[in-house]
């Protein structure tokens, strides 16, 4: 038997945290991504009781109990200045200290930049930034998903390698996983528009990072060319890449389990897109499971 996939998308917390678990049910989603707070601002918010109990209840309520935390956009544990480092560092405990009253057990977070000091020691810095914060929360079991990034500016993580390599240094590489977006790696030069470039760059991944760290998977189509190195999504299967690596990313029994998000653009012209995103995926999930030989079929 298949278990039902976690399928979902980013969905706002306007007017409360429990809105976007109940527009994910809304959606026929059993999984979402959200921000704890205003991801663009560095002020900090802690939910009330009251504030996690509704969303608690809310997550009870609607059976939405795949939910991910994105970390704020602000935060660079790479960073270059001390203030920055500094600022950096704590948002990212209050985020983890946040999750964890909200019982969100993964937080994605982009590695970080190194502004020019190099991938080496920005990758150094990363590390000692992650295991500052988690000297300061000992015992957490939230865990920290390192994003796979477009390599725009001086973005860490737009090699395999560099996901590795944190990891590995880490001292707290327990609490330690990662988020794979589709849109990123795509840019980043890993193909997957093909059945054999998607056996390829997922075998890389695996070798690499270990698809047991893989937590979430972001399924976005890409506006911009293989290895273009910039970062703009684009519906599914309208895009860059294609129909060929969603079907194999909702269809790879290897990745059954890991929920999948949708970041793409929430609408065109007036219509509202997630719906047809969704569905679309759903589509290309059941599609060519129903069908022996849709490989063939679809080519
Ligand atoms: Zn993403």
Not at 194 to 223: C, P, Q, W
Not at 236 to 264: N, Q, S, W, Y
Request: with cysteine; hydrophobic share 35%; glycine share 6%.
């Amino acid at each position: 038997m298949i278990d039902k996939p976690f399928i979902g998308a980013h969905f706002s917390t306007a007017g409360g945290l429990q809105n976007a678990v109940f527009e994910a049910h809304d959606h026929n989603c059993n999984a979402v991504q959200i921000f704890t707070k205003n991801s663009r601002t560095w002020k900090e918010k802690y939910p009330t009781v009251d504030e996690i109990n509704r969303f608690l209840s809310a997550r009870k309520e609607t059976r939405v109990h795949c939910v991910v935390s994105h970390a704020s956009y602000l935060i660079n544990l790479g960073a270059r200045e001390e203030e920055k480092l500094e600022k950096s560092r704590s948002a990212l405990k209050n985020e983890l200290i946040r999750s964890g009253l909200l019982q969100i057990s993964d937080i994605v977070l982009h590695p970080g930049s190194h502004m020019n000091k190099g991938e080496k020691t920005g990758i150094r810095t990363i590390v000692e930034s992650i295991d500052t914060v988690f000297e300061k929360l000992e015992g957490t079991s939230v865990r920290l998903l390192l994003e796979t990034t477009s390599g725009q500016g001086t973005n860490i993580g737009h090699r395999f390698e560099h996901l590795a390599e944190i990891i590995a240094r880490s001292r707290f590489s327990k609490n330690m996983g990662a988020c794979l977006d589709t849109c990123h790696i795509f840019t980043a030069g890993y193909d997957i528009r093909t059945d054999e470039a998607y056996e390829k760059t997922m075998n890389l991944f695996d070798n690499m990072v270990g698809i047991d760290r893989l937590r979430v998977i972001h399924l976005n189509d890409s506006r911009n060319e293989l290895a273009s190195r910039v970062d703009r999504h684009e519906h599914i299967g309208r895009g860059c890449i294609g129909d060929v690596a969603f079907r194999r990313f909702m269809t790879d029994p290897r990745l059954a389990r890991i929920p999948k998000i949708i970041e793409t653009p929430k609408r065109e012209n007036k219509k509202a897109m997630d719906p047809v995103n969704l569905e679309r995926l759903k589509e290309l999930g059941s599609r060519s499971r129903s069908s022996v030989h849709s490989s063939q079929f679809f080519q």
